[in-house]
């Protein structure tokens, strides 16, 4: 495993749609893994995109806790999203960055795993709001795009200027 660099906004790959992945190989389980590494232990993220690694391919991976442990979504589809909720956001590529997103309190969600098999899942709370946001990434999506409301302590900063 290595550590990769992230693509941080700015870069005009970010606003790039993602294409899908047709093989699922090693070089596929090897950009998994970096991916995971870079997402644990650069950045102490929750989740990370394939394209904020450079990589144009419809690959996420998540960890938000203990209960789900690392999940890894290949070619995801959110295909039911129900409720509504607000929650201060982060992302790896707007360091310095936060701000409330409305996103659903429950989704479905189908995608293939790394070696190609189809499952189907159900998330609720941190979860689906992970999920939503790197999948925004896949369509060259960021969450400052839709922050309803800046983090109080950015006023305080004064970075809202940025
Ligand atoms: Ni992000």
Redesign the pocket.
Do not use: M, N, Y
């Given at each position: 495993m290595a550590l990769r660099e992230i693509v941080v906004e700015g870069d005009p790959i970010l606003r790039k749609k993602s294409r899908p992945v047709e093989k699922f190989d090693e070089r596929l389980h090897i950009l998994l893994d970096d991916m995971a590494e870079t997402m644990y232990f650069e950045n102490r993220?929750i989740?990370?995109?394939a394209v904020?690694v450079g990589i144009l391919r419809r690959i996420f991976v998540v960890d938000v806790g203990e209960e789900s442990g690392k999940l890894e979504f290949i070619n995801p589809e959110i295909y039911e999203r129900e409720g509504s909720t607000l929650f201060c956001?982060?992302?790896?590529?707007?360091p310095g960055k936060n701000g409330y997103v409305e996103r659903p309190e429950r989704i479905r969600v189908r995608a293939q795993d790394r070696n190609g098999e189809w499952f189907d899942m159900e998330a609720t709370g941190l979860l689906a709001i992970c999920i939503c946001?790197?999948y925004?990434?896949l369509d060259g999506i960021?969450?400052v795009d839709k922050v309803v409301e800046v983090e109080e302590e950015d006023l305080e900063d004064g970075e809202e200027e940025e």
């Open positions: 993220g989740g990370i995109a904020q956001e982060g992302c790896l590529s707007c946001h790197e925004d990434h960021l969450f």
